[in-house]
């Protein structure tokens, strides 16, 4: 089993629907962060967090660290919104970090 | 601010050529870390650093060496060449000290290796 798991694998919405991508550990974890990988293939940071919830513009991640999860939210998704979101743990006794397979999403217009 | 910059962006290697991918940031992040990402197999921590001089390995460090002397560059070396070493490979960079502890990630754009 994969020290960090993440569902669905792949994740088809219409525009403008609510989207949840949900990331479960189990290690002891710092800190957990959101990327998001384009179709190109660059990868950018959405966000780093370790307690409660940040939000960014359409995105909102949570984390729930006793819980051991972490959930990223896109709310009226757009085509634009069309990737793959990574999350990855950083393990609470280093600094290395350990990533999720990925959630293929497609939104279409 | 260029951010983070890798080169070569595609690379044909045969089996037992050896080679360097460049990493360089000019943000000034102690932090600095090589992944390779296979279909399948997601990213995967190669190696990493905090700053100049202090290296250690990740998950998958076997065939790859790295060396850090300076803040701004994190080579990677590939000694001899593997076809199982195929794949693309991205570094990254943060902020590392104790009032910086939850900064994002920069990735640079990747390099794609294959080995024949």
């Known amino acids: 089993k994969n020290e960090v798991e993440q569902s669905p694998q792949n994740l088809t919405a219409q525009e403008g629907e609510f989207i949840t991508i949900n990331c479960s550990y189990s290690v002891g974890i710092s800190a957990l962060h959101w990327l998001q990988q384009h179709p190109g293939g660059g990868i950018v940071s959405l966000f780093m967090l370790s307690s409660g919830k940040k939000k960014h513009g359409r995105l909102i991640a949570t984390i729930n660290i006793q819980e051991k999860h972490s959930s990223l939210h896109i709310t009226a998704s757009h085509p634009s919104d069309s990737a793959v979101y990574i999350c990855a743990a950083v393990k609470a006794a280093g600094n290395k970090l350990t990533f999720g397979g990925g959630t293929r999403v497609l939104v279409k217009p | ?116």
């Not at chain 2, 962006?9 to 080679?19: D, R, Y």
């Open chain 2, 1 to 116: 601010n260029a951010g983070v910059t890798q080169t070569p962006k595609f690379q044909v290697l045969k089996t037992g050529q050896s080679m360097t991918l460049q990493c360089a940031q000019d943000m000034n992040h102690e932090y600095m870390s090589w992944y390779r990402q296979d279909p399948g197999m997601g990213l995967r921590l190669i190696h990493y650093s905090v700053g100049a001089g202090i290296t250690d390995q990740g998950e998958v460090p076997n065939g790859y060496n790295v060396s850090r002397s300076t803040t701004e560059d994190f080579p990677l070396r590939l000694l001899s060449a593997a076809p199982s070493q195929t794949s693309v490979y991205f570094c990254a960079s943060r902020p590392w000290s104790l009032t910086d502890l939850y900064s994002p990630l920069h990735f640079g754009n990747g390099t794609r290796l294959t080995v024949t």
